[in-house]
């Protein structure tokens, strides 16, 4: 195929679907992959009426560690390679750390952190070999300031993939290769329904902190196409991140105990 394809993982809904509308704006074809088949084939036909470009759907559970293998065969069956990877897909678990088993956990771990890694690399060396790609790894806000009591990991996670794609960043300089991590803070999307958190953080975050899902990715886009190591959109999370370097731990962990029950809850 002549276009590009640009693989978005969690692309279902939210800043996932918001990133395959634009990359396909932009001339990409996309592989969309989620756990709700129907959600992708309608996401698909939407994409392929109104930009014209080819689309292919592998529904698939990251939690399992045979997803980011099985996805990228049932590309090659297609003909396809990856040129632009958007590692989406995420979720939260409320509570702390105790309160969930370790089952969960290691489900939470195998998604949020073990398989985007796997696609990158996995993904990475074609692209290097083309001398042509894209990696956004959707990070948080929450990876660039001090962990919080209550959904333990995924600050946890969100960080390890900031750090990952500054490495990555790095070390792809003279290959062609752009890396950047997506730092959204609140973002309008299905995130907090569905780990049952909406009514607790629409009450504890002011309407200035949201950002939709479209203004998400398109500076994710903007970023990557920029080769930013790092974006935080909004005015709002840019000033909470600098706000973050700038303070002392003691003091932001300070000021994270007394905040974070508004957005977490007590634990």
């Known amino acids: 195929m002549d276009r590009r394809l640009a693989l978005v993982t969690g692309a279902s809904a939210g800043i ?3 990133f395959a509308r634009i990359f396909a704006s ?3 074809d996309v592989a969309l ?8 084939d309608k996401l698909a036909e939407e994409i392929r009426l109104r930009y014209g470009v080819e689309t292919l759907t592998a529904t698939a559970d990251l939690a399992e560690p045979g997803a980011p293998t099985a996805i990228l065969e049932h590309l090659t069956a297609h003909g396809r390679v990856v040129d632009a ?3 989406n897909a995420g979720y939260g678990i409320p509570g702390g750390f105790l309160e969930t ?6 489900a939470f771990l195998q998604v949020m952190l073990t398989a985007p890694t796997e696609l990158a690399h996995r993904v990475l060396p074609g692209m290097v070999e ?13 990876g660039l300031i001090p962990g919080s009591a209550g959904a333990t990991l995924y600050g946890a996670t969100k960080s390890y993939l900031v750090k990952a794609s500054q490495s990555l960043h790095l070390e792809n300089q003279a290959t062609g ?3 950047s991590a997506l730092c959204p803070g609140f973002t309008y999307s299905e995130f907090h329904d569905v780990n049952h958190t909406r009514d607790q953080i629409s009450r504890g975050a002011p309407e200035w902190m949201w950002l939709g899902a479209d203004e998400v990715a398109a500076a994710g886009y903007e970023a990557v196409e920029a080769n930013r190591a790092i974006c935080v959109p909004g005015a709002p999370n840019k000033a909470i991140a600098a706000f973050a370097k700038l303070v002392p731990d003691d003091w932001a962990l300070a ?3 007394s905040q974070g029950p508004r957005f977490r809850g007590k634990v």
């Open 26 to 28: 932009h001339g990409y």
């Open 33 to 40: 992959t989620a756990r709700r088949t129907d959600r992708l």
């Open 255 to 257: 000021l994270m105990a």
């Open 130 to 142: 083309r001398r042509f790609g894209r990696i956004v790894n959707v990070a948080s806000l929450a």
């Open 16 to 18: 996932g679907a918001a």
């Open 101 to 106: 088993s370790w089952e969960a956990h290691a």
């Open 177 to 179: 290769v752009h890396v």
């Open 85 to 87: 990877l958007i590692n």
